[in-house]
């Protein structure tokens, strides 16, 4: 088992470009969850997505961020005119249910880095 | 909606000693509570949890207590290794038909040999 995989590990923007951030679950897994971590900070929930639906983004700012998770692929949490203050760690989990009977698996995270 | 805090924001021990993190959350309804550690640019590892309807839960040098009335609860680790010295993270969760965490501020535990 591959456990959740993330990709790129780094990521890095210059202002105003786009960040593409993937997100690949564990196998037999159809929830996906994106956090954000902020330098010296805790997790912050942003989107949970079942595939083919979002299912909760009351985390997501607003403006220039979206996520998918397809039918096939990985989900992907895509950032729009990237400013300084996105920078930051964003860990994907995954998990085969909802029932709050499984820990969080989180990927390795993309660092991403806007200068 | 739900707030976890945790404290301290620093702990330091020696090897051998124990560390006690503690955190407190704000909704009564929250029922399941994963402590994570994670050390410098890796991902959070769940290291043990707890649901609401056990008190404690041990697994080896780790424990983890709730107190339901109180609204918090506590990671204890003994006999302390340099090895442990990572940012701890204690996490709440309420049950509305899926898991959305909230994290508390974390704890940076240093071990000195």
């Known amino acids: 088992n591959a456990g959740v995989m993330q990709n790129p590990r780094h990521l890095v923007r210059r202002r105003g470009q786009e960040a593409r951030l993937r997100c690949s679950p564990m196998k037999g897994h159809s929830h996906v969850y994106w956090y954000r971590q902020l330098p010296e900070e805790g997790l912050k929930f942003m989107v949970y997505l079942q595939k083919e639906n979002i299912i909760d983004e009351s985390g997501m700012p607003k403006e220039r961020f979206s996520a998918e998770f397809p039918k096939e692929g990985p989900s992907i949490l895509r950032i729009q005119q990237v400013v300084r203050g996105d920078s930051a760690a964003y860990f994907c989990?995954?998990?085969?249910?909802?029932?709050?009977?499984?820990?969080?698996?989180f990927g390795s995270g993309t660092r991403l880095t806007v200068v | 909606g739900e707030n976890v805090e945790q404290h301290p924001s620093t702990l330091s021990v020696q090897e051998g000693d124990s560390a006690v993190i503690k955190c407190t959350y704000s909704?009564?309804?929250?029922?399941?509570f994963p402590w994570y550690k994670q050390e410098l640019g890796k991902r959070p590892q769940l290291i043990i949890d707890?649901?609401?309807?056990?008190g404690e839960k041990k697994d080896q040098r780790i424990a983890v207590t709730l107190n339901k009335t109180a609204k918090h609860f506590s990671l204890h680790i003994t006999e302390t290794q340099p090895e442990d010295s990572a940012v701890y993270f204690c996490?709440?969760?309420?049950?509305?038909?899926?898991?959305?965490?909230?994290f508390g501020t974390g704890t940076r535990l240093l071990v000195s040999p």
């Open positions: 989990a995954s998990s085969p249910g909802t029932a709050t009977n499984y820990g969080y698996t």
């Open positions: 909704d009564s309804a929250s029922n399941y």
């Open positions: 996490a709440a969760s309420i049950d509305t038909g899926f898991q959305k965490l909230v």
């Open positions: 707890i649901r609401s309807n056990v």
